[in-house]
């Protein structure tokens, strides 16, 4: 096998070098997807796009027959209907010391006691969980949770 000649050397050379441009620049224009990591399934807000899945309300009018709320939004004067199921779960939450004492680091966990929705009032103040994004609804279904505030 005869050496190489300097003509030779600078073609391959000059070969060598296309070969990696033309990787890096392939490799700059992949479009790479973010990955999003998103809660299970059944925590996707419909439509898709995640928002708000829980509501700062006052309770305004109670329906026995079926079961829903109407509520007035913390945000907005406006007010929600909130669909209750019997999977829906009702949670009073309490404060574990007189509220004359607080903590003096301000750290606590609230008490909670599981009630039924016979032990609702109207003018409660409650946290509604839901699947749904909240942001501008008027109704609310797929209610999981309801926590009425101390």
């Known amino acids: 096998m005869q050496p190489l000649t300097k003509d030779q050397k600078t073609i391959i050379i000059g070969l060598v070098c296309i070969l990696i441009l033309g990787g890096i620049i392939y490799w700059a224009t992949q479009r790479k997807e973010p990955k999003v990591f998103l809660p299970p399934e059944e925590f996707v807000p419909e439509g898709g796009a995640p928002g708000p899945s829980s509501l700062g309300a006052k309770i305004l009018q109670i329906n ?30 309490g404060l574990p010391f007189d509220p004359a004492h607080p903590p003096t680091d301000g750290h606590f966990n609230f008490e909670e006691k599981t ?36």
Do not use: A, W
């Open 64 to 93: 026995r027959t079926p079961k829903y709320l109407i509520v007035q939004s913390d945000k907005e004067e406006k007010e929600i209907k909130v669909n209750l199921t019997d999977n829906t779960e009702i949670i009073q939450l």
């Open 115 to 150: 009630i039924s929705f016979e032990d609702l009032e109207i003018g409660d103040q409650v946290l509604i969980k839901t699947r749904v994004d909240t942001t501008g609804r008027t109704e609310l279904n797929n209610v999981t949770q309801i926590q009425v505030l101390p």
